[in-house]
Each structure stands twice: as structure tokens, then as C-alpha cells.
């Protein structure tokens, strides 16, 4: 699960293309309320990569408050406004490794890392917080390793290989607390109940999709999982008993927002622990009926949090992104967000509302946008728009591994996509260096069409980034899929990667219109 999580983080946050360096790190002294992260690697680009991530902040948001210098192979980073022990995500790559784990953080802190031949490690004060997951599970792939098959599902066989993994895992805190007795009670808190959602979000998110070696937690109900296996007459699902008889009162507590994993289960454990809805899935009708039993049945502060969560996963499963349900999603957005005061939710909530507005919305065929191509001759972005076809724009760069990666697993997906359903995949490139762009798309010569790869110019001065709305809050991020109608509408501005299973409902609507 952390693999995954991490690998979905990095790709939607990670991969940006500027990192602010800013130069009067070395004048600041460390203040009480920051932690102070040193270090240095033998790979390229692994320290200028580095990126820590905060479970409390809604996305598990990059932190903002970071200065960062880096000097040849050592690196200095400082991070600001830690007033309390953290759980942290520690996430980089470089050439050849991509790499994450958690730490736990605490104001004051000054943790140094080192990384050699793909190994790294955390030394500091307080180091046995800093390691605790690397010791555990240095791969950061024991729950990725657990899988269901979705088509012919074993609920029973998938739920003891969860509580065996849940209970190894707990051991192993265990005997790491004797090795270890002067960790902090704080430390032992944020351990215990981030173990605890993490096992809850496996087994209410089963692990049914695959990507590489890897296995993902779906985003389909458990019912409508077990509804498509093979059953005998008679046979019941328990979920109840599967989901171990939780209660509201057990995951009505105000202080597990701050954790990834019930941010990741909430939404989840509310549709098909609580509500049990018979509504059409993702329906205004069903949205309704959830929104309505969380107000009513959860901590004001849960349901603050908790309401961006539901909007989010609906409009990640598409509503909002067709007529009936567009208008009834901006009143929702508008009207949530009078009530929160999280800057956090409240960007969320205005890029969601960014991408509704251009949805539906046809590329001007006046738009200036000069591109390049493999040539490096100067084209028009129209002429890549000539075709009469749906358009699928792919944005990557040569320096991003999570888009290199999906380039490569989804290669025999996307021809298959490419013919059946008679699409364009058009691949443009954010690199700076188009040498750069040039030598990687040659070296992925396998997995990517010559005709149909261009380079954009100047990210900053693009009409075309700026029309499609590509910069959120948190910047541009990549890899990106924009989906285009044959008409050059805009169907979907932020779609799904094409290796994922809901790729293909966005063309099934397109194709049936």
C-alpha cells in the first residue's frame, strides 16, 4: 500500500517542474518549531529531488515552508512551523533509484541521510524515530505484495493474508519499542494508529489492480467486487464481520484526519460499512444520501474534512464532468466551501472548480502555440489537432520516472485503446533541455510513437498550459493526461493514467455520445 500510495503521490506531486532553491538557508538559524535535514548521495539528481510530504495536509500535500540548498552531492533542507511530532513521507529519485519512506519529526530535530548504492539511511538525535519504517519494511512493498483477484475473488483467503501481514507488523513495533524504550509517547501514538487505518484501508480498498510488480488498492465497492465472482446459491458476504464489526464511535475521532490512511478509508468505510446505499454508484442521489449520513453522524471536524474527501472521489470517478451533474457540483464546491477555512481544501477545491470550467470547453483553432518535434523543426500545435479523432495528450518529461514508467506498462494498453476505440495518443514533452527530451524518446524508441511527439517551447509563456488549465495550486505536475474529443472539446482535463482500469470508461462515454 505504501509503494503504491507513494508512487500516486510522487506522480501527482513530486514530478514538478521547478523547485524553488532558495539561497539564505545557511544565514538561518535553526528555530525551535523547524527541523533541519542534511545529507548527501552518490547518485545524480537524488538530493535536488527530495521532497517531504505531511499526512495532515489534505492530498498529503508537499510542505510549502521548505528551504532547500544543495552544494554539489550535500544537501540542506529546512524545514519550518513543525510544532508538534510528525509523521513525514521522504520521497526522491535520481537516475536509477526511486525512492520512499516515512519518518517521525519532532521541532528541533537535525537529521542527516545518506544514501549509497541505493541504500539509505537516518542518523540524528533521534534516530530510532527516523528509522522505525525502514527497519520494518525498507522496499516500502510488504502490503503491495498482497493481491485479489477481482474476477474470481477470495475474500476469505485476501483477509487472512491482511491480518497476518497486520499482525507481523505489530510485532514488530513491539519488539522495536524493547530495542528502543526511550522513543517518545507521541512516537508510540502516531505508530500504533498509522498501522492500524493502514490495515483498514487494505482491507476495505482491496489490492485488485496491478501496475508493474506492484499491487493497487481499487476504488470499486467490496460488494460489487464480490458480486462478479463465481457464488454458489445461497452464498452471503459478510461485511460486517469482514470489516471486524467497526463502529462509528471507533473512527470518530477528530484527530485521525492528521493520518493518510483514514483520510484513504473514510469515504470508503462511510459507503459501504454505514450507508449501504442503493442508489445508482456516483449519482446526485447517492452523493446526497453520504453527505447527508456524515453531517449527522460525525465530528464537525471529520465532516469538514471529510466533505472535500467525497467531493473529491466523485469527481475523480467522473461526476461533475457531464451536463446533469456539472451545475450541481459547482453549487456543491461553492456552498462547502463558506464553511471551512483550510487554505489547504480550500486550493483543492478551486482547482476541481478550475477543471469543471474548462470541461466541455473546444481549443480555440486560433490558439499561438509553437511546438517541436523530433526534428526540432518549429510546428504549430494545431497541426497536431488535424485529425479527426478523440486525442489523448500525454505531458512527461525525460527526468520523470513515475512517466516513464507509465509510458513502458501501459505500451500494450495504449495500442489496443489506440485501435479499438480509433484515439490518438500525442505525447508532449516539459523538458527544458530538448536534447535531453530527444535522447530519452530515442532511447524509449519501443514504447513511443515517432509522428506524434512535441516538445513545448517555454512552460511559462505557453497558451496552451494556460488554456488547459495545467498549473493547480500545487503547480504543474506530471505525468498528465488530457482527453480531447475528434472535435477538439475538452472531455477531461485531468484524466486517469491509461494503465488504470477507469481509463477506459471516459473513451466508453465519448464513443457512445
Not at 495536509?57 to 528551504?67: E, M, N, R, T
Not at 469527481?315 to 461533475?320: D, T
Not at 494545431?382 to 512527461?396: E, G, N, P, R, T
Not at 506498462?409 to 516539459?430: G, M
Amino acid at each position: 500500500m505504501k509503494k503504491t500510495y507513494y508512487f500516486v503521490i510522487i506522480c501527482f506531486l513530486a514530478c514538478k517542474t521547478k523547485l524553488k532553491e532558495n539561497k539564505e538557508l545557511n544565514n538561518e538559524n535553526l528555530h525551535s518549531k523547524s527541523v533541519k535535514i542534511t545529507g548527501n548521495s552518490d547518485e545524480e539528481r537524488f538530493d535536488k529531488n527530495i521532497t517531504f510530504y505531511d499526512d495532515s495536509l489534505f492530498y498529503v500535500g508537499s510542505i510549502k515552508d521548505v528551504k532547500k540548498e544543495s552544494n554539489g552531492n550535500s544537501t540542506t533542507i529546512l524545514l519550518a512551523n513543525i510544532e508538534k511530532p510528525k509523521l513525514l513521507g521522504f520521497n526522491s529519485f535520481g537516475e536509477n533509484t526511486f525512492y520512499r519512506t516515512r519518518i517521525i519529526v519532532s521541532p528541533g530535530d537535525s537529521v542527516r541521510y545518506t544514501l549509497k548504492k541505493g541504500k539509505i539511511e537516518f542518523t540524528g538525535k533521534n534516530s530510532e524515530h527516523y528509522n522505525f519504517y525502514l527497519e520494518m519494511d525498507r522496499d516500502y512493498d510488504a502490503w503491495s505484495q498482497l493481491y485479489l483477484n477481482k474476477y474470481k475473488p477470495d475474500f476469505k483467503k485476501y483477509k487472512r493474508q491482511c491480518d497476518s501481514l497486520y499482525i507481523k507488523r505489530l510485532n514488530f513495533f513491539n519488539d522495536y519499542l524493547k530495542k528502543h524504550p526511550a522513543v517518545s509517547d507521541e512516537f508510540k501514538k502516531i505508530i500504533k494508529d498509522d498501522l492500524r487505518f493502514e490495515y483498514l484501508v487494505n482491507i476495505i480498498r482491496p489490492r485488485s489492480e496491478t501496475q508493474s510488480s506492484w499491487s493497487l488498492n481499487t476504488s470499486e465497492d467490496l460488494i460489487s467486487i464480490y458480486e462478479r465472482g463465481d457464488r454458489q446459491e445461497g452464498d452471503f458476504f459478510d461485511i460486517n464481520g469482514y470489516l471486524n464489526n467497526i463502529t462509528i464511535e471507533e473512527v470518530n475521532q477528530p484527530e485521525y484526519i492528521n493520518y493518510m490512511y483514514f483520510q484513504m478509508s473514510i469515504i470508503a468505510l462511510i459507503r459501504q460499512k454505514f450507508v449501504k446505499s442503493s442508489e445508482i454508484p456516483y449519482s446526485i442521489a447517492s452523493f446526497k444520501k453520504e453527505s447527508i449520513f456524515l453531517k449527522e453522524n460525525f465530528n464537525q471536524k471529520i465532516v469538514d474534512y471529510a466533505m472535500a474527501r467525497l467531493i473529491l472521489d466523485y469527481f475523480n470517478q467522473g461526476f461533475g464532468k457531464d451536463g446533469n451533474t456539472a451545475e450541481f457540483m459547482k453549487i456543491t464546491i461553492k456552498e462547502y466551501k463558506k464553511s471551512i477555512d483550510d487554505s489547504n481544501i480550500i486550493n483543492v477545491m478551486e482547482d476541481i472548480e478550475s477543471e469543471l470550467n474548462i470541461i466541455n470547453k473546444e481549443v480555440p483553432k486560433e490558439l499561438n502555440e509553437l511546438v517541436l518535434n523530433l526534428s526540432k523543426d518549429t510546428i504549430n500545435f494545431s497541426y497536431a489537432l488535424q485529425q479527426k479523432k478523440v486525442k489523448i495528450i500525454d505531458f512527461w518529461a525525460s527526468w520523470c520516472q513515475p512517466c516513464i514508467q507509465e509510458i513502458i506498462v501501459s505500451k500494450d494498453k495504449r495500442e489496443r485503446i489506440t485501435s479499438e476505440y480509433n484515439v490518438d495518443f500525442l505525447y508532449f514533452s516539459l523538458d527544458k533541455n530538448t536534447q535531453k527530451w530527444v535522447d530519452k524518446s530515442v532511447d524509449l524508441y519501443q514504447f513511443l510513437p515517432n509522428g506524434k511527439q512535441f516538445k513545448i517551447l517555454n512552460q511559462k509563456k505557453s497558451e496552451l498550459i494556460k488554456f488547459l488549465n495545467l498549473k493547480a495550486s500545487y503547480g504543474i505536475t506530471i505525468p498528465r493526461y488530457v482527453i480531447l474529443d475528434k472535435n477538439n472539446t475538452i472531455i477531461d482535463n485531468n484524466a486517469p493514467k491509461p494503465s488504470r482500469d477507469n481509463f477506459e470508461e471516459v473513451l466508453r462515454k465519448i464513443q457512445y455520445k
